[in-house]
């Protein structure tokens, strides 16, 4: 390629300052990516595999339930040089759920079941499904990917045909939708209404602000704070699906009657406000046998939908 410059220099005797000369320059190429993509350098290094609790353990912290784990727990940690960095619980579903009749029509209730229907309802289910219940990943691997990609291959190694998640975050962090689940709207919580009106008949502050609700707990005398929390925990339990199943069911309310202050509100305002966006995934790797561990970078060798690949060149 010839470029022609114009050079400042005096010129010769006879010649004018700034000179045009031509000389041979080297070739400039120039490539461009269709739809370039940022790619985390580490990722490669990254391994989703089977975990034990004690992974949990580490990061449970960083969850807002990390209180307890659901029924059925198994778990699945991403490592990093064999530093755990995530973790995945994965849990039995639910026997009943309004959000998962709207996607499974023909699992709904029709009012005419049978204790030997509503067992084989249930069998179904558990052989069936399986649901992301937990899922954290360190704060400081967050936004380069790891989550979704992580919870898409956990999900197939799982080896579930169906895998459910109810995540109130997926309103606002789309993690769920990168990892090929499809939502149904969201619903507000089955005690909406009930929550609400025993918020407003009993605190002044707002049903969502938990600490204000608090301060108005503990601003009151010791025997009316006493009744009011009691009141709080008879609410609670009356309409807690969770206290009367699972691990739970044999505990009846003296369990709920130990709750402190905190827990019990938290839990009132967890059946009241919740509305958790319900995801559904098939799996297309159903019935296959899968690695026991993956790279995190094995997300992108198939769309999220399609059947698990060989690594692509490059």
């Known amino acids: ?24 320059a080297p070739e400039t190429q120039i490539s461009r990516e269709n739809a370039p993509a940022p790619r985390f350098s580490l990722i490669d290094e990254m391994i989703v595999e089977r975990g034990t609790k004690a992974d949990w353990e580490l990061l449970h912290d960083l969850h807002y339930k ?18 755990t960095i995530g973790v995945l619980v994965t849990a ?16 709904k209730p029709g009012g005419s079941e049978t204790k030997l229907t ?8 558990n052989r069936n499904m399986r649901v992301i219940s937990r899922f954290v990943v360190d704060t400081m691997y967050r936004g380069i990917g790891a989550g979704y990609r ?14 459910e998640i109810q995540s109130s975050m997926s309103k606002f962090n789309h993690f769920g ?3 090929g689940f499809r939502f149904v709207k969201p619903m507000n919580a089955n005690k909406f209404e009930a929550g609400l009106k025993f918020f407003r008949g009993h605190f002044e502050a707002s049903p969502s602000d938990y600490e204000a609700i608090l301060a108005e707990l503990d601003a009151k ?30 505990k009846g309310q003296g369990r709920v009657d130990a709750m402190e202050a905190r827990q019990v509100i938290k839990s009132l305002q967890q059946i ?43």
């Open 1 to 24: 390629m010839l470029d022609v410059v114009q050079e400042h220099a005096p010129g010769r005797a006879g010649e004018l300052p700034g000179s045009v000369r031509a000389f041979e």
């Open 66 to 83: 990390a209180e307890n784990l659901p029924i059925g727990p198994r778990f699945w940690k991403l490592t990093l040089a064999g530093e």
């Open 92 to 107: 039995n579903p639910k026997g009943l759920l309004k959000e998962r009749h709207i996607a499974f029509p023909k699992l």
């Open 118 to 125: 509503n067992t084989d309802r249930y069998v179904w289910v």
């Open 150 to 163: 992580m919870m898409n291959l956990a999900s197939r190694l799982e080896g579930a045909p169906i895998m």
């Open 177 to 179: 939708q990168k990892a």
């Open 221 to 250: 005398a010791p025997a009316e704070r006493e009744r009011l929390l009691q009141a709080a925990r008879d609410f609670y339990y009356r309409h807690s699906a969770l206290e009367k199943t699972g691990n739970n069911r044999d």
């Open 272 to 314: 009241t406000l919740a509305s958790p966006m319900y995801g559904v995934w098939k799996n297309p790797d159903r019935g296959r046998t899968l690695p026991e561990r993956l790279p995190l970078s094995a997300f992108d060798w198939q769309g999220v939908n399609e059947p698990l690949r060989e690594p692509v060149d490059g």
